[in-house]
Structures are given as structure tokens and as C-alpha cells.
């Protein structure tokens, strides 16, 4: 329990009681549970600042959406009670430099030790359930000039010059415009991305920061794996997905490893157009005609029928339609005995048994949008843009984001009663006679 110092300008428990900023944060607090943290050097020379405060401190940051420490500073000296009660002697708020210290020197496992323990109680009183996942990750903008829109020498294309004050961001699509049916006016960034894994309720249970350049699916491995770990969730767990996760492996590593069922839809990427068939069951060409079979192919992992041009592949037919192409298709002449080909992807793995044409499928996948919702609510924080050039402080900004949702979900929804509120930082605390008379 944390205890308050008296002031004799203003009595806390009132402030508590009416005022709806201080009832928030004593809340939120209150569901900060930092036994896992030291707050002060136990060995000999200074004590220095109480770690405890300072973390406080980064919540407020985060939820009112300062952008830099000064301001943050200057936020708290501007409320005397909200710094009291992020443990602060008044008037003697730290230098700015001991919060940049905080977050380059304090381990990020500590941290998301102190996550874990908020979600351990909001699994224990029943508010988040361990059966659905959703993976989802978010860009994080370094603080670089290359990501100064208004650089004139601003590096977008070459991956090999680092930005040199932050030299393990790397560079990495952002977004783009679509006009018609085409992706234009490519937008990339300097940085690294926050990959999440989210319940339905709309709560981070797993978090990591990493670099652009490893995908969303490579982490995704690393991540589940993490999850299992800590939170031991159940057999038969379903995992949502966008199209970034449609990898093979993981298909695999899900359904084998973890006894565990992916609802991802399949990447259009590099796809053909639907196939139309003839009376034999045999892709017609693009010249109108039934192709013939060659057989199996097998290359790697995957099975594939294949399949290739009948003038080609039977004499009888060349003299009845010709021994010409009629579309005089690019491969017919190549000094090939195949002509044209086309492949049917035949292989049974994890990945063709989605059932992506069901109704539960399609009613399940619905709830993806509540990662997408998790992301929007820390966007709205600022969470896309760091100061910082420590990888280290960077992984710690991102933890604590991640944390300040959880806090929020166990104020709400266990101390002040209210489950419909755990995704709500602006209302959870209100009053039930203040939002009647409203």
C-alpha cells in the first residue's frame, strides 16, 4: 500500500474522493503492484532517486500523452498532488537525466515481470480468458533526421547507411496510398516495430520490441513461445492473424507444437488468378485449351500437380488445332518440350486446413479488429515516436505502454468493479452519482 506525506496545503483523500485526475491515478496506482523493483541502492555511497516514483512518473507520461521528459517534469511541478503520489518529495523532483537513466539502466525483464503480475490478477478474478489470441505489431519511429519529412537528403532506400544515432534502427515500409487497386506513394521510416500478443478482452499478455527487419511472423515464433511460458494457456487455444503471419512454419508450429488452431488468411502475394477448368478436371490455358497432366511435383514442403501445353504434349492434338499457340504465349517457343505451365498446389499441411470458407472462421476472424483497437489506443499516446537511442530504453518505453493498459483494466475491473470499463482511461473512474447527474 502506498502511503501519502502530509501536506499542509491539501488534503489527498479529498482530492481522491473529488477530484477525477488524482481518483484516477491513486487507482491505477493502487494496481501497480513494484516488489519486483528496487526502489533505491541498498550499497554504500548515494541512495539516489526512488526508482518506484520514477516509474509512476513514466505511467502519467504515457496516459497523458507528454511527449518528452522536460514536459513531463514541468506536468508534475504544475500538480504537487500527482507527483505526491508518484512517491516525489515536493519541490525536489529529480533531473531529468536520472529518467533517461531509468530507462537505459533497468532491465527490461524486470519490467514485464511487473506486467505479468497485473495480468496474473486479472486472469485469477476472471477478466481475461487464455482460449484467443491475436498477434498484431506496431511501428516505432526512431528519433532520427532521416525520419524528418522535411530533410532534403533524407535516406529511404538504402538499408546499409545507418542512421547514425541510431544505428540498430532499420528501415522499413510505413504505409501507402492504393489508387487504383495498386499501392502508390510508398511511405518508409527508420526504426523498429512492438509485436503484441492480445486476449479478446483487449489486453497485452506478451510484448517485444525489435528491429525492422525481422518479420512479423519470424517474431511470431519467439512470442508464442514466450506466452506458453509464462501464462500456460490450454490446448485448443485459437490464434487471429493478419496476412503478414500466412508462413507455412508457423501453421505447423502452431497446430503440432502447440496443440493450438491459427485462423490467419492466406497473402495474396505473388498468386495467380483463379483457375478455370475443362471436363477432365485440367486447368484451361490461356488459349482456351484443356491442358494435360504431367503428374506430381514435389519441391520441398510443398505438393503441386503440374500441368503443361497439349499442342505440346500430344501430336494428335497439334494436328487437329494447330501446331501453333493462337495467344503465341512467351513459353511456346523457348526450344522446350513443355510449352506453358501451370501448377496446382496440392499439399495437406497445417496451412490448407484452415477452414477459411466457414462461418466460424469468418465470424471468429471478426475479432481481430481488437488488436487493431489495442495499437490505436496506444497510438493515440504517442507510442509511434521515441526520443530515446538506447534499444534498451526504447524496449522499456514500449513495456511500460503495454503496462499502463493492464493497470488500467485492473483498476477498473477489480478495484472499482466495473469489466465493461478495463479499455477505458477516461471513464473507468468516474463516479456512478457524477455519471447519472452528467
Same mark, same amino acid.
Given at each position: ?38 526502489? @533505491?541502492?541498498?550499497?554504500?555511497? @548515494? ?12 505511467? +502519467? ?167 506458453? &511460458? ?9 490464434f487471429l492473424a493478419d496476412? $503478414?503471419?500466412?508462413? @507455412? ?48 511435383? %514435389? ?13 505440346? $504434349? ?12 493462337? +495467344? ?5 517457343? %523457348? ?78 475491473g477489480i478495484h472499482l ?5 478495463? &479499455? ?7 463516479r456512478p452519482e457524477l455519471? &447519472?447527474?452528467?
Open positions: 500500500m502506498q502511503h501519502f506525506q502530509t501536506s499542509f496545503f491539501y488534503d489527498i483523500r479529498e482530492l481522491i474522493k473529488n477530484a477525477p485526475l488524482i481518483r484516477k491515478y491513486f487507482y491505477i496506482f493502487k494496481s501497480l503492484n513494484l516488489s519486483a523493483l528496487q526502489d @533505491r541502492n541498498d550499497s554504500s555511497g @548515494r541512495t539516489g532517486h526512488s526508482r518506484h516514483a520514477i516509474l509512476r512518473a513514466f505511467v +502519467v507520461k504515457h496516459l497523458e500523452g507528454i511527449k518528452s521528459v522536460p514536459q513531463l517534469i514541468r506536468y508534475l511541478n504544475s500538480i504537487p498532488p500527482l507527483a505526491e503520489m508518484c512517491g516525489f518529495d515536493l519541490g525536489a523532483l529529480p533531473d531529468e537525466s536520472q529518467f533517461y537513466r531509468f530507462l537505459k539502466n533497468t532491465k527490461n525483464s524486470i519490467l514485464k515481470t511487473i506486467h505479468k503480475t497485473a495480468n496474473d490478477l486479472l486472469i485469477e478474478e476472471g477478466l481475461v480468458s487464455l482460449d484467443e489470441f491475436m498477434l498484431d505489431s506496431k511501428p516505432i519511429q526512431a528519433a532520427t533526421k532521416e525520419n524528418n519529412f522535411k530533410n532534403p537528403n533524407r535516406n529511404t532506400t538504402n538499408k546499409l547507411r545507418k542512421a547514425k544515432r541510431n544505428p540498430q534502427a532499420t528501415l522499413s515500409y510505413y504505409s501507402c496510398q492504393v489508387i487504383n487497386g495498386k499501392k502508390q506513394n510508398m511511405i518508409f521510416f527508420w526504426g523498429f516495430r512492438t509485436h503484441a500478443v492480445v486476449t479478446k478482452e483487449g489486453i497485452c499478455l506478451v510484448e517485444k520490441t525489435l528491429s525492422n527487419n525481422i518479420t512479423d511472423s519470424d517474431a511470431a515464433f519467439s512470442l508464442i513461445k514466450e506466452l506458453k &511460458r509464462r501464462y500456460r494457456f490450454k490446448k485448443g487455444a485459437i496476412k $503478414a503471419y500466412d508462413v @507455412r512454419e508457423l501453421y505447423t508450429f502452431i497446430v503440432e507444437q502447440m496443440k493450438s488452431t491459427p485462423y490467419i488468411p492466406i497473402n495474396p502475394r505473388n498468386s495467380k488468378n483463379d483457375k478455370t477448368f475443362g471436363p477432365h478436371g485440367c486447368p484451361i490455358c490461356d488459349g482456351g485449351f484443356e491442358m494435360k497432366s504431367v503428374g506430381r511435383w %514435389t519441391e520441398g514442403n510443398r505438393e503441386r500437380l503440374k500441368f503443361h501445353c497439349p499442342i505440346k $504434349a500430344s501430336k494428335k492434338f497439334a494436328q487437329k488445332h494447330g501446331d501453333i499457340c493462337p +495467344v503465341n504465349h512467351p513459353s511456346f517457343n %523457348t526450344g522446350k518440350c513443355y510449352g506453358c505451365t501451370k501448377y496446382l498446389d496440392v499439399t495437406d499441411d497445417a496451412r490448407s486446413r484452415v477452414p477459411r470458407d466457414s462461418k466460424q472462421f469468418k465470424e471468429t476472424f471478426k475479432n481481430r479488429q481488437i488488436v487493431e483497437q489495442y495499437f490505436s489506443r496506444l497510438g493515440d499516446r504517442e507510442v509511434e515516436q521515441t526520443t530515446h537511442y538506447s534499444v534498451t530504453a526504447i524496449s522499456n518505453q514500449m513495456t511500460i505502454a503495454h503496462l499502463t493498459a493492464s493497470l488500467i483494466a485492473v483498476a477498473a468493479k466495473q469489466p465493461d470499463k478495463i &479499455r477505458c482511461y477516461q471513464t473507468f473512474a468516474d455519471r &447519472r447527474t452528467g
